[in-house]
T-cell receptor, first 109, second 117 residues
Framework: GEDVEQSLFLSVREGDSSVINCTYT??????LYWYKQEPGAGLQLLTY?????DMKQDQRLTVLLNKKDKHLSLRIADTQTGDSAIYFC?????????FGKGTKLSVKP | DAGITQSPRHKVTETGTPVTLRCHQT?????MYWYRQDPGHGLRLIHY???????DKGEVSDGYSVSRSKTEDFLLTLESATSSQTSVYFC????????????????FGPGTRLTVL
């Protein structure tokens, strides 16, 4: 079945760019998603990318997809303290998702 | 806001007692999901439902049962709670492509923190 791997921690300084990486095994995933979880809250959808796209940009967020290497990344430009959270990548199709373990992003002032 | 509520939001119970968690949605979506979140494991699917009285097992279904007698409610039951079931439980619904976006997307409730002593 699908397996999704992420590094567990990332620390950056305010104003820098953050890059969160994810690898997945199932090339049949139709969509790939990024979710954000703030402390004590549920997961919020940040963005998604179709599996036939290479890149998607949405304001400060850039998603890159390398299908050959099954590698997904989320870049947050001009990272702010409010971006501190756990970020999950997820892949799947027909509504069933497999989530990575999450990357905890810490932003230092 | 996807109109998902979970109750209770916090619960402490003792080993061996039955526990039922409720997920309620206001949007009449067909698919609903129960996940648990644990440190080092991320989110893992327990059970999901694809319609009234239609449910299926997920990755970690042992020790859990579910019921869906109405579209809007999806119940998760721990028949005899164990300490290994201490976790944060999230419910999610699936908004199909076309209802609010171009892709099928899961939206999550606020979670229930369950402690089994």
């Amino acid at each position: 079945g699908e397996d999704v791997e992420q590094s567990l921690f990332l620390s950056v300084r305010e104003g820098d760019s953050s890059v969160i990486n994810c690898t997945y095994t199932d090339s049949s995933s139709t969509y790939l998603y990024w979710y954000k979880q703030e402390p004590g809250a549920g997961l919020q959808l940040l963005t998604y990318i179709f599996s036939n796209m290479d890149m998607k940009q949405d304001q400060r967020l850039t998603v890159l997809l390398n299908k050959k290497d099954k590698h997904l990344s989320l870049r947050i430009a001009d990272t702010q303290t409010g971006d501190s959270a756990i970020y999950f990548c997820a892949g799947g199709s027909q509504g069933n998702l497999i989530f990575g373990k999450g990357t905890k992003l810490s932003v230092k002032p | 806001d996807a109109g998902i509520t979970q109750s209770p939001r916090h619960k402490v119970t003792e080993t061996g007692t039955p526990v039922t968690l409720r997920c309620h949605q206001t949007e009449n979506h067909r698919y609903m999901y129960w996940y648990r979140q644990d440190p080092g494991h991320g989110l893992r699917l327990i059970h999901y439902s694809y319609g009234v009285k239609d449910t299926d097992k997920g990755e970690v279904s042992d020790g859990y049962s579910v019921s869906r007698s109405k579209t809007e409610d999806f119940l998760l039951t721990l028949e005899s709670a164990t300490s290994s079931q201490t976790s944060v439980y999230f419910c999610a619904i699936l908004r199909p492509a076309g209802t609010s976006g171009v892709v099928d997307t899961q939206y999550f409730g606020p979670g229930t923190r369950l402690t089994v002593l």
